[in-house]
C-alpha cells in the first residue's frame, strides 16, 4: 500500500514539471517556464496556430518617445516585411493595440500628430492608487481601434505586464481594450494599478522593458525587437530624484541587454532617450527617428528573412477609409463616454473660469475658485465657487448631457444669486468649429442666443474665435460679444499674436486683454498686439526632476481699449508654463505696461492654475 502511494506521487510530480514545460491550460490560462521566468498566457492556443516560420514584432515602453515604435512599423509595412504577432510593453503595447486591431499605420500617425495623451491625462485626487487618472486614453485607444477585444485582432497581439502577487510575467491576450491595457503601463503611485481577482498587473518596464522573450515564448521564429538605449550615464546624479530613476535605469539596463542577446534577432534602436517621459509634443521627431532607423535595418532583416524562406508581403496599397474624426473631436471637447464614475475637486486661480463668461479668451482673477465635477457615461455636472473680498460669491451649475445625439449636447448653467441666471441650450460639434443656441436669462435680461467657437490651424498660422449672438424680448436690436486671437509664427524665434474683442451686449462680460489701468467689465472695444520672442537657446529649467520651466518667452505689447474715452497702453512682460510631472497645470506671467490715458504704471504678476 506504502509503495503505491510512493507511485502515485512520483506520477504526479513527474506530470505537474511536465505541465509547467510545455505549458498547463486552466480557465483560458498557460503557464510557460522560460529561463528562470514564468509567464501566465491567456488564449495561448491562438498563437500557437499561427503558421510557422512567423515574425513576432516586440515594441519597448519607454513613455511618450517610445511613440517612435509607430515610425518603426511605418518603415517595415514600406518594405512589405510580415508581422506575424505583436507583442507591447507599456507605451509600446498603446501602439501594438492600434496597429494590432488593423488600424492603418497612416491613420495611427495622423491621429497622435493631432491628440495629444496630456489631454486625456487628468489628477486623480479621490483614489489613493495614483496620482493621474487614466480612463480617457484606455477608452480613447479602444474607440479609436478597428475592433475593442483582443481576440478579435488583425494581428495577434499580446500586452505584456507584471504581476506582484507571484512574480510571473502576465501576456494579456483577450478582453475589451479599456479594460486590459491599463495593466502594460501601470505605473505604482503615477498610473493606476491593474487588479483582477488575485492577480496585481503592473508595468513589466523594470524586467522586460523590450518584450522580445516574450515574443519567442508566444511562438515567434524571427523577433524583430525595438529599443530605446540608454545615453545617461554621464549625467550627474545630485538629487534623490534623479538618483532613483538611475537606478531603476541600471537595473533595467541590466535585465534588457540579457533579453535582447539571447531573445532577439534584429535590434531597432530609437534614439530619443534625451526626450522626456511625457514629452508629447515631440512626435512628429519620433515618427521620424523610428522610421529612419528602421530603414538602415531593412537589408539585415531581408536577408534574415530569405534564409528562412519568409516572402514579403505584397503592397497592395488598399488602405482603409477610416473615420477617426468624430474620435479626434471627443478629445477635444471632452466628450468621451466613461463607465466609472468620476468625483473630483477643480480649483482655477489667475483666470475667470464662470460659466457665464466666454472660454476663449479668460479675464484676469485674483481670487480662488474652487468646486467639484462628476461624470459618468453622459452625465456630467460641475458646480463652482470663488472667494472674493472674504466673502462667498453666488454658486454656479453646468448640467452636461453628452452626445444627446452623436454630435449634439444638452447644456444648462444655472447661477443661485438675487438674478437667478441661467442659460440654456444645445451644442453642435465639429472638427473646427461648434455651433450653439437657446434661452437665457442674465444680469435681469431675458434673451435667446446662438453662440460659436471655431479654430483653424494651418502650419504656420492658428486663428481662434468665439462668438455671442443675443436677441433681447424687449426689443429687436441684436447684441453681439464677439473675441478672436491669433498666433502667426514669423519664424524659429518670433511669433505675432493679435486679438480682437467687442462687446455691445451691456449684458455679458467682456473678456479683458487690455494691460493697462483696468478698464470696466462691459468696455465695448479692446485691441491687444503681441511680439513674443520664444527662448530657443534655453528649452527647460529643471526643478528637484518633478517641476520644469518650460515655453519661456518674452514680449512687447501695444493694448488699445475704447469706452467713452480711449485709451493705449505699451509694455513688456515674459512668461512661461511650469509642469509638473509633465502635464501643464501653472501658467506664470509678468509684465509692466504704461497707461497714456492715466499716465500710469501697471505692474503685474499672473498665475494661472487649473486643477
Given amino acids: 500500500m506504502g509503495f503505491k502511494v510512493i507511485k502515485i506521487i512520483i506520477l504526479s510530480i513527474i506530470i505537474f514539471n511536465l505541465f509547467i514545460a510545455q505549458g498547463f491550460a486552466a480557465s483560458g490560462l498557460t503557464y510557460i517556464k522560460e529561463g528562470n521566468d514564468r509567464y501566465i498566457i491567456e488564449d495561448y492556443q491562438r498563437f500557437k496556430s499561427i503558421k510557422s516560420p512567423a515574425v513576432g514584432l516586440a515594441l519597448t515602453g519607454g513613455g511618450a518617445p517610445a511613440l517612435f515604435n509607430v515610425g518603426v512599423i511605418k518603415a517595415l509595412e514600406e518594405e512589405g516585411i510580415p508581422i506575424d504577432l505583436i507583442v507591447g510593453s507599456s507605451m509600446g503595447a498603446i501602439v501594438g493595440t492600434m496597429y494590432g486591431s488593423g488600424l492603418p499605420i497612416t491613420t495611427i500617425e495622423d491621429v497622435l500628430m493631432k491628440v495629444s495623451f496630456n489631454d486625456m491625462l487628468k489628477f486623480n485626487f479621490i483614489a489613493s492608487s495614483s496620482l493621474l487618472d487614466t480612463a480617457r486614453v484606455n477608452k480613447f485607444i479602444e474607440e479609436i481601434a478597428l475592433t475593442s477585444n483582443l481576440e478579435d485582432f488583425v ?178 471637447y471632452d466628450r468621451l463616454l466613461l463607465e466609472k464614475t468620476n468625483l473630483a475637486p477643480t480649483f482655477y486661480y489667475g483666470k475667470d473660469n464662470s460659466f457665464f463668461k466666454q472660454e476663449l479668451i479668460k479675464s484676469p482673477s485674483h481670487h480662488l475658485q474652487y468646486g467639484l465635477r462628476f461624470n459618468k457615461e453622459h452625465l456630467g455636472i460641475s458646480a463652482l465657487s470663488s472667494t472674493a473680498n472674504n466673502k462667498q460669491d453666488d454658486v454656479e451649475l453646468k448640467v452636461r448631457w453628452t452626445k444627446l445625439t452623436e454630435d449634439i449636447d444638452l447644456l444648462s448653467n444655472y447661477r443661485w444669486s438675487d438674478n437667478r441666471d441661467y442659460l440654456m441650450g444645445l451644442v453642435y460639434y465639429d472638427d473646427k468649429y461648434t455651433i450653439g443656441g437657446g434661452r437665457g436669462y442674465l444680469n435681469k435680461n431675458n434673451f435667446i442666443y446662438l453662440d460659436n467657437n471655431y479654430k483653424f490651424d494651418e502650419e504656420s498660422i492658428l486663428l481662434e474665435g468665439e462668438n455671442d449672438l443675443l436677441f433681447p424680448f424687449e426689443n429687436s436690436k441684436l447684441k453681439i460679444l464677439t473675441s478672436h486671437q491669433a498666433n502667426y509664427q514669423l519664424n524659429n524665434f518670433w511669433t505675432l499674436e493679435p486679438k480682437f474683442i467687442f462687446n455691445n451686449t451691456e449684458t455679458m462680460e467682456s473678456p479683458l486683454i487690455y494691460r493697462g489701468i483696468k478698464p470696466d467689465p462691459f468696455v465695448k472695444l479692446q485691441l491687444s498686439l503681441n511680439l513674443a520672442y520664444n527662448h530657443k537657446n534655453v528649452d527647460e529649467i529643471e526643478f528637484i526632476d518633478l517641476l520644469k520651466l518650460t515655453d519661456m518667452q518674452t514680449y512687447l505689447f501695444t493694448d488699445y481699449q475704447k469706452e467713452e474715452n480711449s485709451s493705449v497702453a505699451i509694455g513688456a512682460g515674459s512668461r512661461a508654463k511650469l509642469g509638473f510631472l509633465g502635464l501643464k497645470p501653472l501658467d506664470v506671467e509678468g509684465y509692466l505696461a504704461y497707461d497714456n490715458e492715466d499716465k500710469d504704471f501697471n505692474l503685474a504678476f499672473n498665475l494661472y492654475y487649473d486643477f
Fill in 155 to 332: 494581428i495577434p497581439t499580446a500586452l505584456l505586464s507584471f504581476d506582484l502577487s507571484n512574480g510571473d510575467k502576465y501576456l494579456a491576450t483577450t478582453g475589451k481594450i479599456s479594460k486590459v491595457i491599463q495593466s502594460s503601463y501601470s505605473i505604482p503611485f503615477y498610473f493606476p494599478m491593474y487588479n483582477s481577482g488575485d492577480k496585481f498587473l503592473v508595468d513589466a518596464g523594470i524586467v522586460e522593458i523590450s518584450p522580445a522573450k516574450s515574443t519567442k515564448v508566444l511562438g515567434a521564429d524571427i523577433v524583430i525587437a525595438t529599443i530605446i538605449p540608454d545615453n545617461s550615464s554621464s549625467k550627474e546624479y545630485d538629487t534623490p530624484g534623479r538618483s532613483f530613476f538611475r537606478y531603476i535605469s541600471l537595473v533595467q539596463k541590466r535585465y534588457t541587454e540579457q533579453i535582447i542577446e539571447n531573445y532577439a534577432d534584429i535590434v531597432i534602436e530609437g534614439d530619443v532617450a534625451n526626450y522626456s517621459f511625457m514629452d508629447f509634443k515631440s512626435i512628429k521627431d519620433y515618427i521620424e527617428i523610428g522610421y529612419k532607423s528602421t530603414k538602415a535595418e531593412i537589408p539585415k532583416i531581408k536577408r534574415l528573412l530569405s534564409e528562412k524562406n519568409i516572402p514579403l508581403k505584397e503592397n497592395n496599397d488598399k488602405s482603409l477609409d477610416v473615420n477617426y474624426s468624430n474620435k479626434i473631436n471627443d478629445v477635444k
